[in-house]
């Protein structure tokens, strides 16, 4: 076992909670801890999406810190153990869309070669981003609060919201009043994605 996928797990494990033995070893069985973290954008490699996993977690509970020695009364709405959650799963969708295969490049003289890439496929589970996550993890007996639940769901926003609807818009919003472990989780995956692994990108 990677050093890596035992300090996930590890990480999980501290938290106590029901039902995360089931969620570890579903992760397992789909690929999660093999997969990349993405076809082109970070951590496009073998273990990139426990590692970016890890690094939205690592910044989240290094924010957290820095937020409670600025406002102490955060500290109701950003448990640890809620971080570490809503950070290590927030992705838990993506465990198995990534498929192996060859992609045509050029390489540095300007030829096109093969290169060993990944494609995506949603043909199993295919629901939105957040939802997916939220009822994967709650399928396998995860048990979640309120404020974990719309982190979750809620985490990729910022990106979707060009193509939402007004409602869902509206429900966005509201889950950043109520919750601001969204927040915190949505922060977090934004720093990891495009400062620790923007060298990852093509």
Same mark, same amino acid.
């Given at each position: ?86 950070? !290590? @799963?927030?992705?838990?969708?993506? #465990? ?8 045509? %490049?050029? &390489? /540095? ?71 601001? !472990? @969204?927040?915190?989780?949505?922060? #977090? ?8 692994? %923007?060298? &990852? /990108?093509?």
């Amino acid at each position: 076992m990677s050093s890596q996928k035992e300090e996930f797990i590890s990480l999980l494990r501290s938290t106590e909670r029901e039902g995360i033995e089931d969620v570890i070893e579903e992760l397992d069985e789909l690929g999660f801890f093999s997969a990349p973290a993405s076809t082109r954008f970070h951590l496009c490699k073998e273990e990139g999406l426990l590692e970016h996993s890890l690094n939205v977690c690592h910044v989240a509970l290094k924010v957290r810190e820095a937020m409670l020695a600025m406002d102490d009364s955060l500290l109701e709405y950003l448990p640890k153990d809620s971080v570490i959650i809503a950070t !290590l @799963l927030h992705d838990a969708c993506k #465990a198995e869309i990534y498929k192996p295969t060859m992609k045509r %490049r050029k &390489d /540095e003289f300007g030829r096109w070669v093969d290169v060993p890439g990944y494609d995506v496929d949603y043909s199993n589970m295919p629901l939105g981003h957040g939802e997916k996550s939220v009822i994967r993890l709650l399928r396998c007996g995860l048990d979640l609060s309120d404020d974990e639940v719309l982190a979750i769901r809620w985490h990729m926003s910022a990106w979707d919201m060009p193509f939402q609807s007004s409602e869902l818009r509206e429900n966005f919003n509201e889950a950043k009043k109520q919750c601001p !472990l @969204l927040s915190l989780v949505m922060a #977090a995956d934004g720093l990891s994605s495009n400062l620790l692994e %923007r060298a &990852d /990108e093509d």
